[in-house]
């Protein structure tokens, strides 16, 4: 089980949300009265301040 979870709000529906942890996708199930509460920092989906994959592995060579 998942005690915490730190992270950007991406997106809010009626009965869960969606949360940015590192680039991971949390899909986090709460109560309305919760999700009414959360701070209105949120993060527009499809964004990413990480280097793509092409980047990160073109020190890696084919054998």
Do not use: H, Q, W
């Amino acid at each position: 089980m998942i005690g915490l979870l730190t992270g950007i709000i991406v997106s809010v529906e009626p009965d869960r949300c969606i949360l940015d942890v590192n680039g991971v996708g949390y899909l986090v199930s709460a109560s309305s009265r919760t999700l009414a509460n959360l701070p209105l920092r949120r993060k527009k989906p499809g964004y990413s301040s990480r280097p793509s994959c092409a980047k990160m592995l073109s020190s890696f060579s084919a054998f």
